[in-house]
């Protein structure tokens, strides 16, 4: 008879889980054996420190775009994990915890390991956090953690207790389960009126000066974003997130941005008359154009960030690829105007001090040097990451 843990694995597999990442402790023992006797599919991967296992979980949802999921034994090893989830949550990826609890009947007894992880995780995992009590439940508790985790692009959490790790799978227990299982999931399309769209054309086409601002909720709008650039000869700006919307080689995007950016962004959001926002939750206002300065447009599919860091005229609600669709053919070319003219010789001027920097002499090496000549001999679609700070940049 199979047991509550080979139940989760295979419907997380079912949900096209790919790995896992974790580490080993006595109060996830059933959900180890589990993944011992068949893991249907899933690479676990080991790590050394739970705190590791949730980033990498977060570093899988952000370069796959898949879902990410972590496991962790109960008490120290389930706070562990918070430091990763809560990347996780302020980026927007989807990730699931699966962290382990103290039996049943030992809690409330101050039992070894226990933690009330209800309320550690509350806040990180807000928006679907449960404790299953009955293998009966189980199932429909993964496949809410996953739907909600996806469709929110957010961290969810499922504690389940030791001895229900290891008890006899939700099959021997209800014929007709309370809680229905259903796989099927379905991307929520929000899409912004015919009349939000004609009023944001409006304001891109009165533009004398426009720069685009891009976040991580561009990503799948490349070439979208570039048409609307040609077409309203704008600059294109990156935020940490949105670094590899558009490739830096393009004449006309300047950038990162922020603390760590770069001139030609700066001296973009300094002078521009309009702003474009698409996806992006940009944490740092004070280097956006000054408020009252820029007429604002911004596209994001969460109307609660619409003039989070801006004061915007008009906010579609949508996803950005589908939105630009409908915004780009309302638009007037404005053909190479002058302002886009300044855009590319800021950038050019940047690239070639950035060259200048990248050939100083240094001892032993200048760290520059290593990235420019990497640059140039990394194949296609190479993915390089650093740890957030100067590095970044």
Same mark, same amino acid.
């Given at each position: 008879m199979k047991? &509550? %843990?080979d139940h989760v694995l295979a419907r997380l597999a079912a949900w096209g889980v790919r790995r896992i990442f974790g580490y080993p402790g006595d109060g996830v023992n059933g =959900?180890? /054996?589990a993944l011992n006797r068949d893991a249907h599919g899933i690479t676990f991967v080991q790590a050394r420190h739970e705190e590791t296992a949730a980033l990498m979980a977060t570093g899988h949802a952000k370069f796959t775009g898949e879902l990410g999921v972590c496991v962790a034994t109960s008490g120290p090893g389930a706070i562990h994990l918070l430091n990763g989830l809560y990347d996780a949550k302020m980026d927007h990826q989807p990730v699931v915890a699966i962290v382990g609890q103290a039996a049943r009947a030992a809690i409330g007894g101050d039992a070894r390991d226990e933690v009330d992880l209800s309320n550690l995780f509350r806040d990180v995992a807000h928006d679907y956090l449960h404790e299953a009590t009955n293998p009966a439940e189980v199932i429909h508790l993964v496949d809410r953690a996953v739907r909600t985790a996806k469709s929110e692009r957010t961290v969810t959490a499922v504690i389940i207790p030791k001895d229900v790790q290891e008890m006899t799978g939700p099959e021997a227990y209800a014929e007709r389960p309370a809680l229905q299982r259903d796989l099927s999931y379905t991307v929520r399309h929000t899409m912004p009126t015919d009349t939000d769209l004609g009023r944001a054309a409006t304001i891109l086409n009165c533009g004398k000066r426009v720069a685009i601002l =891009? /976040? @991580? /909720?561009?990503y799948g709008a490349s070439q979208e974003i570039i048409d609307l650039a040609d077409a309203t000869s704008a600059g294109v700006a990156k935020a940490l997130l949105g670094r590899s919307v558009v490739p830096d080689d393009l004449s006309f995007v300047t950038g990162a941005i922020g603390l760590l950016g770069t001139k030609p962004s700066a001296d973009m959001m300094r002078e521009c008359d309009t702003l474009l926002v698409v996806g992006s939750g940009f944490p740092y206002s004070e280097f956006l154009p000054r408020e009252g300065q820029a007429k604002a447009v911004q596209i994001d599919a969460d109307p609660r960030r619409i003039g989070l860091r801006?004061?915007?005229d008009v906010g579609l609600i949508g996803d950005a690829k589908e939105t630009l669709r409908r915004l780009i053919p309302l638009l007037v070319e404005k053909g190479h105007t002058a302002w886009r003219a300044r855009v590319e !010789?800021? &950038?050019?001027? *940047? *690239?070639?001090l950035l060259q200048k920097r990248a050939m100083v002499p240094a001892n032993p090496i200048n760290p520059e040097r290593v990235v *420019? !000549? =990497? %640059? @140039?001999? =990394?194949?296609?679609r190479a993915m390089i990451t650093a740890d957030s700070g100067s590095a970044t940049s």
């Open positions: 047991t &509550v %843990s =959900l180890f /054996g =891009l /976040g @991580a /909720g561009a801006y004061p915007v !010789e800021n &950038v050019r001027a *940047w *690239w070639d *420019w !000549e =990497l %640059s @140039a001999r =990394l194949p296609d």
